[in-house]
């Protein structure tokens, strides 16, 4: 039996499967409305434009994108709260957040037009790994201003599934509603995820008995290791989701039965791929960082927005016959590197390691510290009953391994601290998983 047989194609996936020639048509007459309509509303946008002697006649090919300027995430701090909307206020029906670093959010704005795109966007993405309406869908995404929880109750709502609105937290809850409801397919971080199969473990219930078949997860970087884990320990398939709030929220993309890679909506949002030092755009194949514009946003368009996260556009078709390019899985963001003496570390290579050496859950966190102007790492992983061994000798041989692991990896050697269950806090939604504990203005 193939993996298609049990996936009806859905009309609303229709747009993922057109000709190249004719998706770059499409493309092309909604790249030049968007950056007409940011143009005329938006004093950011015109401003950088009559900077560079542009106008929304400059562009005469798909091509000529590359010649308008960059939008970074600063953009919408420096104009907080509304200042790139595109609309009036009487047509923005929806307002999101997404909380930043420094103190204030950034907002994003949807009008009617826009919420409709994006519920089709999200639900284009759930069809695509076989999601339909006999399913029924437990969202566990917090609710609220984050893009989240509205956004894959929206695709899944589209889409005629049950929706069981769960939002984040009350692990004991959703476990019960999960068991009681029959519930199909779940969504929420794939953090938060392994936390429920780890409190499903101490309840005595067995997820991999359950009607439950697939999870959408994304909202965080994981690596492929961390997807194995989740699929063996609650017998289900784990499909990758990807999206940002600038943009839209989740739904910008999505992996399919493949599990290779995840299919950009190409018709909604138009990926480049960039060196992050250079801004020079990238031939695909190469690694670098991913900038995207939105093709039909109303309320707030984007035009080339660089999103610090970093993958490639991976050119060679995909076995699931969509003509929408895949990006290889996120792993990293450009701004979650560590220098740690002249290496460059992503938290994402530890996780793979520690998942590599044991068949410990990878919950961990990272510290780091900076002493005498050197930074250090520290990599904190939790035991639970299972891998913890009851002598000193046994805990000692588990941290031997995980070490080597990292060293191997890395190449350099760091300091890990085995703790036993329950210690490092769990998170209901995205895991922090780098404590920076550094002073940097000590150099
Ligand atoms: O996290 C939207 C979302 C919600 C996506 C639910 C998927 C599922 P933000 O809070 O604005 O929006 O965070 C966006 O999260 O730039 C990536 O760094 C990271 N991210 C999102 N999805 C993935 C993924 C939502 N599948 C930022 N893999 C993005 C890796 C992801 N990183």
């Not at 984007?302 to 610090?308: G, V």
């Amino acid at each position: 039996m193939s993996k298609y047989d049990n996936i009806p194609m859905n009309p609303i996936s229709a747009t993922d499967f057109l000709p190249r020639e004719q998706l770059r048509k499409l493309q092309f007459a909604r790249l030049k409305a968007t950056v007409k309509n940011a143009y005329d509303h938006v004093e950011l946008f015109r401003q950088r434009m009559e900077a560079r002697n542009l106008t929304p006649d400059s562009l005469q090919s798909l091509e000529d994108l590359q010649k308008l300027p960059f939008s970074v995430k600063n953009d919408l701090r420096d104009t907080y709260p509304f200042g790139l909307f595109a609309r009036p206020r009487q047509e923005i029906v929806r307002l999101h957040a997404s909380s930043g670093t420094t103190g204030k959010p950034i907002v994003v704005a949807y009008t009617r037009n826009d919420l409709n795109a994006w519920s089709e966007a999200a639900a284009r993405c759930l069809a695509s790994v076989g999601v339909t309406s006999a399913d029924i869908a437990q969202v566990s995404y917090g609710y609220g201003l984050f893009t989240g929880g509205l956004g894959l109750h929206g695709g899944f709502e589209r889409l005629g599934a049950m929706v069981v609105p769960a939002s984040g937290g009350n692990t004991e809850r959703q476990i019960m509603l999960m068991k009681d409801f029959g519930v199909t397919c779940i969504a929420c971080t794939p953090s938060y995820f392994l936390h429920l199969t780890e409190q499903a473990d101490k309840l005595g219930v067995d997820l991999r008995k359950l009607p439950l078949r697939l999870g959408i997860f994304g909202a965080e970087p994981w690596t492929p290791e961390m997807c194995r884990c989740i699929e063996e320990r609650a017998n289900i398939r784990a499909y990758d989701i990807y999206g940002l709030s600038e943009i839209v929220g989740p739904g910008v993309g999505c992996s399919c039965p493949e599990q290779v890679g995840l299919h950009i909506l190409e018709d909604l949002f138009y990926p480049e791929i960039i060196d992050p030092d250079t801004g020079e755009v990238l031939p695909d194949g190469s690694e670098g960082e991913l900038v995207l514009t939105t093709l039909s946003k109303e309320a707030m368009p984007m035009i080339r927005y660089r999103t610090r996260d970093i993958t490639s556009i991976i050119t060679e078709p995909c076995g699931c016959g969509r003509t929408i390019r895949r990006i290889s899985k996120i792993e990293h963001r450009s701004d979650d590197m560590f220098i740690i003496r002249g290496v460059n570390v992503f938290p994402s290579q530890i996780e793979a390691a520690i998942l590599s050496s044991e068949a410990a859950l990878p919950i961990y966190q990272i510290e780091l510290t900076r002493s005498h102007g050197l930074d250090n790492v520290t990599v904190n992983i939790e035991l639970n009953a299972a891998t913890m061994s009851d002598t000193v000798a046994g805990i000692e041989a588990v941290r031997s391994r995980i070490s080597h692991a990292i060293e191997k990896t890395l190449g350099i050697r760091v300091q890990l601290n085995v703790l036993p269950e329950n210690t490092i806090p769990r998170s209901e939604g995205k895991a922090k998983r780098v404590i920076d504990k550094r002073n940097l203005s000590e150099i």
